[in-house]
């Protein structure tokens, strides 16, 4: 019989890389925007129409999660697209999201990445490990609570700054729901924040953009899923950033789920990070 053991000792990072490789594999085989297209008449549990491209790419993690359990680790797993998947021991919660940017993975468009993270407790502060697959730029990042940030197996450089022209805008802000009508609703803020925005249309690749400090800050200007928060607000932590779920009264206390609670937003430095959590949205 199958001793238990920790899941929290599992070897997260191999299981990850080979998720990535299943996950490849499916994006290969549906190459175009047609075949990317097809729904399955359902909706996963964040609310979002799923995508057959959505449920084979799951169905490739869940292989790999229910490997590790056959190896005798426990944990709880919380999915975009299938919710809560019992693997006998809800202190260990693994949260998925296995293709963060379906739209754009639908439409060919390069940032969709693959987010994984592990925790031992039920908010973002209890995250300890975390993992960012971003299959545009084929960028590995990953993040483990207390050790630091990695991008592609070189540390991230936790003292890395922010940059500022003369007037004290952002050079380069990072934007996630990226509505029209929520762009309008806090244009004149960001005019007075920022140079330039970019919206990558995934928030896991975009926390990393301000991991390894290439976005100066990002925020998202509605409410962000826990499971797309999850991995990215780690690595940017791990890597000297500063993260804060706005809607809470403890910044890190955002719940690790596939509802959409508050707001995200990361900086380089806490002057930045105030001023991000005050655009109006």
Same mark, same amino acid.
């Given at each position: 019989?199958?001793?238990? @053991?920790?899941?929290l000792? &599992? $070897?997260?990072?191999? &299981?990850?890389?080979?998720?990535?490789?299943g996950l490849?594999?499916v994006l290969?085989?549906?190459?175009?925007?047609?075949?990317? &297209?097809?729904?399955?008449?359902?909706?996963g +549990?964040g609310g $979002?129409?799923?995508?057959v491209?959505?449920?084979?790419?799951?169905?490739?993690?869940?292989?790999?999660?229910?490997a590790?359990?056959e190896?005798?680790? @426990? *944990?709880?797993?919380?999915? !975009? !697209? @299938?919710?809560?998947l019992?693997f006998g021991?809800? =202190?260990?919660k693994?949260?998925?999201d296995?293709?963060d940017?379906?739209?754009?993975?639908?439409?060919?468009?390069?940032?969709?990445?693959?987010?994984?993270?592990?925790a031992?407790?039920?908010?973002?502060?209890?995250? =300890?490990?975390?993992?960012?697959?971003?299959?545009?730029?084929a960028?590995e990042?990953w993040?483990?609570?207390?050790?630091?940030?990695?991008l592609d197996?070189?540390?991230l450089d936790?003292?890395?700054?922010?940059?500022?022209?003369?007037?004290?805008?952002?050079?380069?802000?990072?934007?996630?729901?990226?509505?029209?009508?929520w762009v309008?609703? +806090?244009?004149?803020?960001l005019?007075?924040?920022?140079?330039?925005?970019?919206?990558l249309?995934?928030?896991?690749?975009?926390?990393?953009?301000v =991991?390894?400090?290439?976005f100066?800050?990002?925020?998202?200007?509605?409410?962000?899923r826990?499971?797309?928060?999850?991995?990215g607000?780690?690595?940017?932590?791990?890597?000297?950033g #500063?993260v804060? *779920?706005?809607?809470?009264? $403890?910044? #890190?206390?955002?719940?690790l789920d596939?509802?959409?609670t508050?707001?995200?937003?990361?900086?380089?430095?806490?002057?930045t #990070?105030?001023? #991000?959590e005050?655009?109006?949205?």
């Open positions: 019989m199958t001793s238990t @053991r920790s899941a000792d &599992a $070897d997260w990072l191999g &299981a990850c890389r080979r998720a990535v490789t490849e594999r290969a085989e549906a190459s175009s925007t047609e075949q990317r &297209a097809v729904e399955t008449g359902e909706r +549990s $979002d129409r799923t995508l491209i959505d449920r084979s790419a799951e169905s490739v993690v869940v292989d790999e999660l229910r590790l359990s190896q005798g680790f @426990r *944990f709880v797993a919380i999915s !975009e !697209e @299938r919710g809560e019992d021991d809800p =202190a260990v693994v949260i998925v296995p293709i940017g379906s739209l754009n993975a639908k439409r060919g468009i390069p940032h969709h990445a693959l987010s994984i993270a592990v031992d407790g039920d908010t973002m502060a209890d995250v =300890a490990f975390a993992y960012v697959y971003d299959f545009g730029p960028e990042w993040a483990i609570r207390g050790e630091g940030a990695w197996g070189a540390p936790p003292g890395a700054g922010e940059r500022r022209g003369d007037d004290g805008r952002l050079e380069v802000l990072g934007i996630e729901s990226a509505d029209p009508r309008a609703r +806090s244009i004149e803020s005019v007075d924040r920022a140079y330039r925005l970019r919206a249309g995934t928030i896991a690749a975009s926390l990393c953009q =991991a390894a400090a290439r100066d800050g990002m925020l998202s200007l509605r409410r962000a826990g499971v797309d928060s999850a991995a607000q780690l690595i940017v932590r791990e890597a000297g #500063l804060s *779920f706005p809607s809470f009264d $403890d910044r #890190l206390g955002a719940p596939a509802e959409p508050s707001r995200v937003v990361a900086a380089r430095t806490p002057q #990070l105030r001023e #991000l005050a655009v109006p949205t």
